[in-house]
């Protein structure tokens, strides 16, 4: 079963490391200020030339309320009209990217992220569909994983039409917890019944896929009150779930510093945690798909897995990876072909480079062969917990064992933990290590020593 997992106490305390979560390989923090505007024309003149499938990202940064939790790029305010100088920004950045693909190529993939998507009214929205459509080979018979994230608080009934009707047929819906203790916490309040309201409505409307994000390590969390919220979750039946380890990060996130410390479970409270949460999880028959994914067995996700065709990029856990993406909007990331780039952090940098006719692509980087050899490693083992030497050799016409001779010792201290089963042919990564798997990643990775750990979250 690709889904067992074994929990190991003792594995979990020596490999539950500081690392990056493979959303990419090299990760964004390799990306650097040399990489501009000119290697992403390049980059998107070989996309139109190989007329490869798109994925579109598009950053919406408005928040009307700050989550203390929180580490995404966004902007707090009640002002609703500050979305409609980004709006007009965005779809110039809209034009000047379409403007050098080919209007063949199909946008297999669409997500819509934030801060709140939904901050922006229904006529925002629908002007804002209406310039991707008009500029964007988008699918019409719903074929495509046209996705949204969703705060219950800024949606209803109308809400979830209008986006039905817009074309998305996937949302992602934050919830965190449930308990209001914890909610007051983290300054937070929502209630089961307006989740339950947004998901009625969903199902109603036959919106293909559900997902629901879940936090564990914040304030006032116990793993008893944590064990009733995913209970209360369990029962509203999303198709996927995603349970994040909360990495508290003060010194780097100004909204995390009015959280207080003394209020955090400890490492082994969250442990109990997780533990509980995959027990409850795997009773309710969900799948382990990695790291902190699981969905029902029917799942796209759990059945590419199955099928061997299941990747990762920076959306996470993808049956699209295969698309050049094209982030749209302050501090989105793109990859396209060998190159990574990433927009401007800064709203007001992002909105004046636009202002004057110039694309805000601020650093990034372009992978060498390497980095392309090492990425493949990462992908099989992220996502498949298995890694057959002969399929990395073959493509990139290497000797596994003469390449990464230096790392054997690593593996094979692994293979004597019980991480991993380690030959001559495979790296299978057992069930006590796939919880772990990052650790496993990371012995691949060229740059990781060169880096800050304290800028990565912990594995578990």
């Known amino acids: 079963m690709l889904d067992a997992i074994r929990?190991?106490?003792?594995?979990?305390?020596?490999?539950?490391?500081?690392?990056?979560?493979?959303?990419?390989?090299?990760t964004a923090v390799q990306f650097d200020s040399q990489v501009g505007t000119f290697d992403l024309f390049h980059a998107l003149r070989d996309s139109r030339k190989a007329l490869r499938p798109l994925s579109l990202y598009v950053h919406v940064p408005f928040c009307a309320n700050i989550c203390y939790y929180c580490a995404c790029n966004k902007v707090i305010t009640k002002d609703r009209g500050r979305a409609l100088p980004y709006l007009r920004?965005?779809?110039?950045?809209?034009?000047?990217?379409?403007?050098?693909?080919?209007?063949?190529?199909?946008?297999?993939?669409?997500?819509?992220?934030?801060?709140?998507?939904?901050?922006?009214?229904?006529?925002?929205?629908?002007?804002?569909?209406?310039?991707?459509?008009?500029?964007?080979?988008l699918l019409d018979d719903d074929s495509g994983d046209y996705g949204i994230e969703i705060d219950p608080r800024e949606a209803d009934w109308s809400t979830m039409g209008l986006l039905r009707e817009l074309g998305f047929n996937r949302v992602s819906i934050g919830l965190q917890d449930l308990d209001p203790a914890v909610q007051r916490a983290v300054n937070r309040l929502q209630s089961l019944e307006e989740t339950r309201a947004v998901i009625d409505a969903a199902r109603t409307l036959q919106f293909r896929s559900i997902n629901i994000d879940l936090i564990y390590g914040l304030p006032k969390q116990t793993p008893e009150n944590f064990a009733r919220t995913v209970d209360e979750v369990i029962s509203l039946q999303p198709d996927r779930l995603s349970v994040f380890n909360y990495a508290h990060l003060p010194e780097r996130f100004m909204p995390q510093r009015r959280i207080n410390s003394d209020e955090l479970p400890t490492?082994?409270?969250?442990?109990?945690?997780?533990?509980?949460?995959?027990?409850?999880?795997?009773?309710?028959?969900?799948?382990?798909?990695?790291?902190?994914?699981?969905?029902?067995?029917?799942?796209?996700?759990?059945?590419?897995?199955?099928?061997?065709?299941?990747?990762?990029?920076?959306?996470?856990?993808?049956?699209?990876?295969?698309?050049?993406?094209?982030?749209?909007?302050?501090?989105a990331i793109s990859q396209i072909g060998d190159l990574y780039c990433q927009n401007s952090s800064d709203l007001n940098q992002?909105?004046?480079?636009?202002?004057?006719?110039?694309?805000?692509?601020s650093r990034g980087l372009l992978c060498n062969s390497d980095d392309h050899l090492r990425r493949a490693v990462i992908q099989q083992l992220i996502c498949h917990f298995s890694l057959e030497f002969a399929r990395i050799e073959q493509a990139f016409n290497i000797d596994f064992q003469g390449y990464f001779g230096e790392l054997w010792p690593q593996l094979q201290g692994m293979a004597n933990d019980g991480l991993i089963e380690l030959d001559n042919e495979r790296i299978t990564v057992l069930p006590a290590g796939r919880l772990l798997v990052r650790s496993v990643c990371m012995v691949f990775d060229a740059y990781l020593e060169q880096q800050n750990r304290q800028r990565f979250s912990r594995v578990i």
């Open 350 to 361: 992002y909105q004046n480079a636009l202002a004057s006719a110039q694309l805000a692509t």
């Open 7 to 26: 929990w190991d106490t003792d594995l979990i305390r020596r490999y539950d490391l500081a690392g990056p979560r493979y959303t990419s390989y090299p």
């Open 89 to 137: 920004r965005l779809e110039q950045e809209i034009q000047l990217i379409a403007c050098h693909l080919d209007p063949t190529q199909k946008v297999e993939q669409l997500h819509f992220g934030g801060g709140t998507p939904t901050f922006l009214s229904h006529d925002e929205l629908r002007q804002l569909m209406a310039q991707l459509r008009k500029h964007f080979n």
């Open 267 to 331: 490492p082994a409270q969250k442990l109990e945690m997780l533990q509980g949460t995959i027990e409850q999880l795997t009773k309710a028959g969900y799948r382990y798909i990695g790291m902190d994914h699981f969905a029902l067995p029917d799942d796209e996700l759990a059945i590419a897995q199955e099928e061997s065709t299941l990747q990762r990029n920076f959306q996470g856990y993808t049956t699209h990876g295969h698309c050049d993406l094209i982030g749209l909007g302050v501090s």
